[in-house]
C-alpha cells in the first residue's frame, strides 16, 4: 500500500489496540485479536481517494466581458480537459452547453451576472470541481457566501474597455419653454473623443463634442423644453467609435411641464431680467407689496430691511420654514449694509450679517444723537423702548478699542453717557444709563449735534460716526425756543470735511424728513426711513456694522469652488468686482467662497425650504463674474432649485458607489408625518422603510434595483413613485479581481491566470472524492471472528466426543 494516501477520519480510535492486545494476549488468541484489531482500524475510518465526480469550466458571458472569459476559456481547453468534463455558459441565468461554439441566447439575461448560481448549478449537475472564469462582476446573489461544497478554481479575466454614462441631472419640474441644464456624469476607461446627444421625447435637442480623459467626466448641455404642458422624456446618450457594451450609453429621465406661480423679485432689476432670460417667468415687486400669504415660485430680496415690516419679515421666514425658497442677493442694502442682522429673515438665510473676525478693525468713534421728546412715548412698545433697544444694539456690537457716546435732546441737551471705550464695564454703564432715559419736551436737534461733532473732532479715531434720530418735527430756527438758532446743514457739511459722517432715522407720521435727509446727504451718511417702529433696533445695528466693519470686500479675485450638485459641469468662474462679506453658518453649503468663513454663493435647507446667499451686486460689483458665460444658467438653476416644492410624500433615491438607497419624506401641511409602516417593491421584493429622522424614512435598494420602477406603499395605497436614475452595475467600473479571490480561497480552490499557466505547467485534474474503507475493515473483522468462532466450536464439539467413548472402554 505505498504511496496510497490512506486517511482516517477517527484516529483516535488507535488507542483501543494496546489494551486490547494486552487483554487478548495468550494462546490460542491469535485469530480473536486479529479480528478485534480489525474492528478498530475500521472504527478510525480509513479512506482513499477516488475517482467521483465530474470537472465543470463555468464561463461568463454577459455584457460587462464580451468573448474575454471565453478566449480565456478556449485556452484552458486547449491544455486538455478531463474526458465527462461539463461546459457552463452563464450571465444572469446559468446554461450547460455542449460546446464552446455554442451561442449566447437572450435566457442567459446578458444584462445581468449571478455567478454564485451558475456554480452551484454545475455543482447539483455532479461537478466535484469548478473552473470559474470572469471579471468577478456579481449583480445579483454575490459572492460573500461561497455556497460551494466543492473546491472552485477561479481565472479572473479583465471586463472589456467602455464608455457610460453613469447619471442624469434633471430638475424635476419646469415651466414650459425653459431652458434647463442636463447635466450627464460621463464614465471611460480610455482617453476618447465622445459625441453626447440630448434628446426630448425622441427626437434630438443638443449635441455637442468633447474630450474625454480616461476616468469620470460631468458634461452641462444646456436644452430647451417643449412650451406645453405635461410631462417629456430626456434622454442622454453618448457615442464613440470603437467597439464597447452599448447597454448603459444612454440614460433618461422625466421633467414635468407645468406653468408656476412667477418669481418675485423685490429690489434687483439686474436679476429679474436675467431670470427673464432664462425663460423663467418673474414679477417684480416693492416692499409694501409682500403680503402674506406668499404664493411665489421663489422670492428674491435686495433691499433694506428697514423697508419691510415686522410681520413682512415674519412672512417671509414662514414662507421658507414652509417649503419656500428665498435668496438674497448682495447691494449697498443687504445683508449688513442693509440692517438685516437679528432679522428673522436672517435666521434663515445661509449667512450671518455680522462677522466673526475681521483682519481691518479700525478704532471708531461713534455718537448716538437721540430724540427723547414727548411724542417718544408714543406706541406699544414705545418708540423710546425701541430706540433704547437699537442703542443697545449699538453698545453690544461694539469692539472693546471703540468709543461710543450718548447725547439726548428734547429743548434741553443732555449727556446719557460720555464718550468711552466700549470695555466689558464700560458697555455695562451704557447699558444702564439706557434704561434710565426717558421721554420728555420738546425737539430742538442743533445744540445736540454740535456738541456730538465736537466730540468726535477731539478723538484720534480712524472712523467717526453720528447717528442722529427724531419722530417729529425739529424746532430748530422756528423762535419757539430760546438759544440761537443752530445751522443744521452747515453742521453737517462741516463735520463732513472734517471726516465725521452722519447717518439719520426718521420715525413717526410727522417726522422731518427733508432736513433729515438733507443732514445725512450733507454729512456723507445714510437717511433711514423706519415705516415700522420696530425696525429702529435694525436700523441702529446695521449702521454700526457698517462702520466698524469692513463690510464691502473689493477686487477678491476669483472663489474657490465647492462641490454642490448644482455646480456639475462648469468650470472655475472669475470672481466679481465686489461683495459684501457675511459670516458662513454651521450647516451651509458653500457653493462659491472666500477663505473657511465668508461666501460669494451659498445654499441652505431651512426647515422644509431652501435658502441662498449670493454676496455680489448684478447691478453693480459683479464685474467679470456678471459677464461669465456660464453664470446666467447657473443663476436660474439656483433660483429652479429654491422653488422645489415638497410633494407629501418625497421619494429620492440615493447613490453611493455601488450602493444605493430609497429616502422617502412624509410632509403634509408643514408638519412631518411620523410612525407611518412605508414599504417599498421594486423587483419583486417588498421592503420595509424605517424611520431615521422627523417625517424621513429610508431603505437599502437591492443590486438588481438599478433601472427598475419603485413604488413606496402605505398599506394598500401607492404614495409615491421612484426610479433609479443610474445605470445598471453590470457595466459598473467595479475591480471583481478581490471577490473572486475571496470566493476560491473560502472553497478551497486556486486563483489561477494564464501567464500563471503558462509557467507551471497546471492541467486541470479529475476532481476526487475519499472513498471509505471502514466498510471492507469492518467486513474481515467480521469474517475473522466468525472463522476464528467456528474453529473454537468446532474444536469444543470434538473434545466432547472423545471423553465418553474412552470411560466406556475403562470400564470394560
Avoid: C
Amino acid at each position: 500500500m505505498d504511496g496510497l494516501p490512506i486517511t482516517f477520519a477517527n484516529p483516535f480510535f488507535a488507542a483501543l489496540l494496546l489494551p486490547l492486545v494486552l487483554l487478548l494476549r495468550g494462546r490460542g488468541r491469535f485469530w480473536r485479536l486479529a479480528g478485534v484489531a480489525l474492528l478498530v482500524v475500521a472504527l478510525m475510518g480509513p479512506s482513499l481517494p477516488a475517482p467521483d465526480h465530474r470537472f465543470a469550466i463555468v464561463v461568463d458571458r454577459s455584457e460587462s466581458v464580451g468573448d474575454v472569459a471565453w478566449n480565456a476559456g478556449r485556452a484552458v481547453a486547449d491544455r486538455g480537459v478531463p474526458d465527462g468534463s461539463d461546459l457552463w455558459w452563464f450571465a444572469g441565468e446559468p446554461a450547460q452547453v455542449a460546446s464552446w461554439e455554442a451561442p449566447v441566447g437572450a435566457h442567459l439575461t446578458p444584462g445581468r451576472s449571478d455567478l454564485r448560481r451558475a456554480v452551484d448549478a454545475a455543482v447539483a449537475r455532479g461537478a466535484g470541481r469548478v473552473l470559474l472564469i470572469s471579471d468577478g462582476i456579481d449583480t445579483r446573489s454575490g459572492l460573500a457566501d461561497p455556497g460551494a461544497a466543492v473546491p472552485v478554481d477561479v481565472l479572473p479575466v479583465e471586463r472589456r474597455d467602455n464608455v457610460r454614462v453613469e447619471g442624469l441631472d434633471l430638475p424635476v419640474a419646469a415651466e414650459p419653454g425653459a431652458t434647463v441644464r442636463a447635466e450627464l456624469e460621463l464614465v471611460t476607461d480610455r482617453a476618447t473623443e465622445a459625441t453626447v446627444v440630448v434628446r426630448v421625447d425622441g427626437e434630438p435637442a443638443a449635441e455637442r463634442t468633447i474630450e474625454l480623459p480616461a476616468g469620470r467626466t460631468r458634461s452641462v448641455v444646456p436644452v430647451t423644453l417643449p412650451a406645453r404642458d405635461g410631462t417629456v422624456r430626456v434622454e442622454g446618450q453618448v457615442e464613440v467609435d470603437w467597439d464597447q457594451p452599448p447597454a448603459d450609453d444612454v440614460l433618461a429621465a422625466s421633467v414635468e411641464l407645468a406653468a408656476r406661480a412667477p418669481v418675485w423679485v423685490i429690489g434687483d432689476p439686474a436679476a429679474a431680467e436675467l431670470l427673464r432670460a432664462q425663460g423663467v417667468e418673474v414679477e417684480e415687486r416693492a416692499p409694501e407689496a409682500l403680503t402674506p400669504p406668499i404664493d411665489a415660485n421663489a422670492v428674491i430680496v435686495r433691499e433694506e430691511a428697514s423697508r419691510f415690516t415686522t410681520p413682512q419679515l415674519e412672512a417671509l421666514a414662514d414662507y421658507v420654514s414652509s417649503g419656500g425658497g428665498l435668496m438674497m442677493t448682495g447691494g449697498p442694502a443687504s445683508f449688513g449694509l442693509g440692517g438685516w442682522y437679528r432679522t428673522p429673515v436672517e435666521a434663515v438665510l445661509p449667512v450671518d450679517s455680522d462677522l466673526r473676525s475681521d483682519v481691518e478693525v479700525p478704532l471708531v468713534a461713534m455718537m448716538m444723537v437721540l430724540d427723547r421728546s414727548g411724542s417718544m412715548a408714543a406706541g406699544n412698545p414705545s418708540r423710546m423702548a425701541l430706540a433704547r433697544q437699537g442703542a443697545a444694539e449699538v453698545v453690544e456690537l461694539a469692539f472693546e478699542r471703540d468709543l461710543i457716546g450718548m447725547i439726548a435732546f428734547d429743548d434741553q441737551s443732555e449727556w446719557v453717557f460720555d464718550l468711552r471705550p466700549a470695555t466689558s464695564r464700560g458697555k455695562l454703564e451704557m447699558l444702564a444709563a439706557l434704561r434710565e432715559l426717558t421721554p420728555r419736551g420738546g425737539t430742538i436737534l442743533g445744540p445736540s449735534l454740535v456738541e456730538a461733532v465736537d466730540a468726535l473732532r477731539a478723538t484720534d479715531a480712524a472712523i467717526k460716526h453720528v447717528i442722529v434720530l427724531s419722530d417729529g418735527i425739529l424746532y430748530d430756527g422756528t423762535g419757539l425756543f430760546s438759544g440761537p438758532a443752530v445751522d443744521l446743514a452747515g453742521v453737517a457739511a462741516e463735520a463732513a470735511a472734517d471726516d465725521i459722517s452722519i447717518s439719520t432715522i426718521a420715525i413717526g407720521e410727522g417726522r422731518e424728513e427733508e432736513r433729515l435727509r438733507t443732514i445725512a446727504e450733507l454729512g456723507g451718511g445714510r437717511y433711514h426711513e423706519a415705516f415700522d417702529v420696530a425696525t429702529l433696533p435694525r436700523i441702529f445695528a446695521a449702521e454700526a456694522m457698517t462702520v466698524s466693519r469692513s463690510l464691502l470686500r473689493n477686487d477678491p479675485g476669483p472663489p474657490s469652488v465647492g462641490t454642490h450638485p448644482l455646480l456639475g459641469g462648469t468650470g472655475a468662474p472669475p470672481g466679481p468686482d465686489a461683495y459684501v462679506a457675511t459670516t458662513l453658518k454651521a450647516d451651509a453649503e458653500v457653493l462659491y467662497g472666500y477663505g473657511p468663513e465668508e461666501s460669494l454663493l451659498s445654499v441652505r435647507r431651512h426647515g422644509l425650504g431652501r435658502a441662498a446667499a449670493f454676496t455680489s451686486d448684478l447691478s453693480g460689483w459683479s464685474g467679470p463674474l456678471g459677464a461669465w458665460p456660464e453664470f446666467p444658467a447657473l443663476f436660474a438653476d439656483l433660483v429652479r432649485w429654491l422653488a422645489a416644492r415638497p410633494d407629501r410624500f418625497a421619494a429620492e433615491v440615493r447613490r453611493d458607489g455601488d450602493r444605493s438607497t430609497l429616502v422617502v419624506d412624509a410632509v403634509q401641511d408643514g408638519r412631518f408625518l411620523d410612525g407611518l409602516a412605508l414599504v417599498a417593491r421594486v423587483a419583486g421584493e417588498e421592503l420595509p422603510l424605517r424611520s431615521i429622522g422627523p417625517g424621513r424614512y429610508r431603505t437599502e435598494l437591492p443590486p438588481g434595483a438599478a433601472g427598475e420602477p419603485i413604488v413606496v406603499a402605505e398599506g394598500s395605497e401607492v404614495v409615491a413613485r421612484a426610479r433609479t436614475v443610474a445605470q445598471d452595475p453590470e457595466l459598473a467600473a467595479t475591480d471583481g479581481r478581490a471577490a473572486l479571490e475571496r470566493f476560491a480561497a473560502a472553497t478551497g480552490g486556486q486563483v489561477l491566470g494564464l501567464d500563471e499557466l503558462e509557467r507551471s505547467g497546471w492541467r486541470p485534474q479529475p476532481p476526487t472524492a475519499p472513498r471509505s474503507l471502514a466498510p471492507w475493515f469492518a467486513a474481515a473483522a467480521a469474517a475473522v471472528l466468525l472463522a476464528e468462532l467456528a474453529w473454537r466450536r468446532f474444536a469444543r464439539g470434538g473434545s466432547s466426543a472423545a471423553g465418553p467413548t474412552g470411560a466406556r472402554r475403562s470400564g470394560a
